[in-house]
């Protein structure tokens, strides 16, 4: 499972150095602006992105290397080619999907403060409980990334009615979310708020909906990391036993010596 693991993530990262290098080429730096929309810009990246997956596995199974240097670069290039690709817009200007396209062009470009104010601006218009919750979840990720943890928070208290009233469709990006409010508050030193996240996050993973096949694939790697959070808080304030307690109640449940994920919780256990 273990080569598996690190194939799967080779082949991820050759895409990144594929569509990367692929988007530079077709969007150079300096490059006159064509788009008349910001969905235009964001088509352009799918259809590369397609393009170029025949050439990803076909350099996949024959096993080319790729340089690691060079992904920090192409991150770096195809950051600043969403950011000249969103500059003309303006977020008041759009609405609805197109509004939604050009918040994608400020998260790519790493413009958090923007993506907050489109986000604002989207969730202004009516929209279905769907519409909502993916916003709502972006937002939060937006302010996180801003280190505005405080505002995070009580936007996540806020909303968490409306989460639960959508928890089939926001499941995964919901548990991603708790798990990175947890680490940043730990950060902090705010260990009690960052505990009882932590447990939330890894509650959400043990419920029938994170079981089902659709989530199986996106939730079951979050929880050796989140297992291993929480017993490290609990170490953290004091409750040894607790920790103790949980860390065998999980290797019995969800890491037994048959669980794909017995090492990584194990590695994760070592590093937390």
Excluded at 3 to 26: N, P, R, Y
Excluded at 77 to 94: C, E, H, L
Excluded at 95 to 119: H, N, P
Excluded at 235 to 252: C, N, S, Y
Aim: charged share 25%.
């Amino acid at each position: 499972m273990k080569k598996e693991l690190v194939l799967t993530q080779w082949i991820w990262l050759s895409g990144c150095f594929v569509l990367l290098g692929g988007l530079f080429a077709v969007w150079p730096v300096g490059a006159v602006q064509l788009d008349k929309k910001p969905s235009d810009a964001l088509n352009q990246v799918a259809n590369q992105q397609r393009k170029q997956m025949v050439e990803l596995l076909r350099k996949a199974e024959q096993e080319q290397p790729q340089n690691s240097d060079q992904y920090e670069i192409l991150q770096a290039a195809i950051r600043q080619m969403a950011a000249q690709r969103a500059a003309p817009f303006k977020a008041v200007d759009w609405k609805g999907d197109e509004l939604l396209a050009l918040i994608r062009l400020y998260e790519i470009s790493e413009q958090y403060a923007r993506a907050v104010e489109a986000y604002r601006l989207y969730l202004k218009e009516p929209r279905n409980l769907t519409a909502i919750s993916s916003a709502r979840i972006g937002l939060l990720r937006a302010l996180v990334e801003l280190d505005q943890i405080d505002e995070a928070l009580k936007l996540l208290n806020e909303t968490k009615l409306d989460f639960l009233g959508n928890f089939n469709e926001s499941l995964p990006p919901r548990v991603n979310l708790y798990k990175d409010l947890a680490i940043a508050l730990r950060e902090r030193g705010q260990l009690e708020d960052s505990l009882r996240l932590a447990g939330e996050a890894y509650r959400f993973t043990k419920i029938p909906q994170a079981m089902s096949p659709r989530w199986r694939e996106m939730v079951d790697p979050l929880r050796p990391n989140l297992a291993a959070l929480v017993v490290a808080l609990l170490e953290q304030t004091g409750r040894r036993k607790e920790a103790d307690e949980f860390h065998q109640r999980v290797l019995t449940t969800d890491f037994d010596p048959q669980s794909q994920w017995r090492d990584s919780y194990q590695a994760e256990l070592t590093a937390a």
